[in-house]
């Protein structure tokens, strides 16, 4: 059984910094729009479904965040302010170069007496470099606002505040939903409080997640830009799938991703046509990035939304 995306707001509480990031998105709103910038809001990474209140399992996806957190750079590079929000310890804009034991490989100790200081080994320094300083320059100019979920819960109340916070910037926000949304839940009033019974058999009964795509285009942030992603395994599927909800939601694209080929290949789905974006071995091979060449499209064709849209009123 599917509930109503009202529904579920009313049977599940907001997490517990909601106000924080409620004020944390009013605010960041507000100044780039005094400012006449692009906003977008990049969501990334992986939602979990709590089996238990006291949460020891969880059911998970594969998402590591890497679709989000590397467009969200290639915004900035565009000059758009990026709202980045993602799921706790997935991939994050910068510091996804350095993550894992990278970093450490990356340093050296210098002993001088009693004292110790820490250097970056030469053959690093440029990239550190190049990287620190994007990173710093998109906090200087205030263009990145980074907020947290893990959830499927903590992302809805999450998305809608956020759009709820985009609303007044009209046509110059993007929604690029890039995180990996569970299907499926189990609802609040049917979580065991404690760490379930290993003692028993248990059945676990999921529910359906509403649709939230319907809200979001229609009610929430009815003039933006929004960019859906559908993921598939069956090549069969991917294209009827990703025009089916475009159809459905009527917003304005959907880019169309197989899991075992997302690194190299995607499908823009609009009500014009579908095109395929893709990267060669070669460009794979040499660290090119597939997202680079997703923003670079998508900033054109919002460019050409706005353009459309100031026309029309
Ligand atoms: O996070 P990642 O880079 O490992 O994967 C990206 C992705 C496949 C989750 C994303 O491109 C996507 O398709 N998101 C929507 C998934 C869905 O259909 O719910």
Redesign the pocket.
Known sequence: METTWEDFYNKHLPPQDFIQSETLLKTFVERQLKKNNKVVLVT???TTIPLEHNTVRFVD????????S?SAEYFLEKEYAVIFMYRVN??EPFSRHFKGQKILDMLEVNRQGEKSTITVLPQYTENLIKVLHRYKEALNQDKLLQLTFTTLSEYLWLLRSACQALACLKNKAILY?????S?FYIPSNELSVHKMSSSETQTISLQLVPKILAPLVSLWVPEAFVV?????TDENLLISKARGALNKYKHNLV???M?QT??QQ?TFVSQENNYVISLSNEQLKKGEEIERLIVTALVEKHKSFIKSTEKDN
Request: proline letters at 0%; aromatic letters at 6%; hydrophobic letters at 45%.
């Open positions: 990334s990474g992986g996806n594969f998402s590591a965040g890497t679709r989000g590397v997935s991939l939903l890039a995180a990996a949304v299907d859906s992603f559908k993921l598939e880019i169309a991703n899991l997302r690194k995607v």
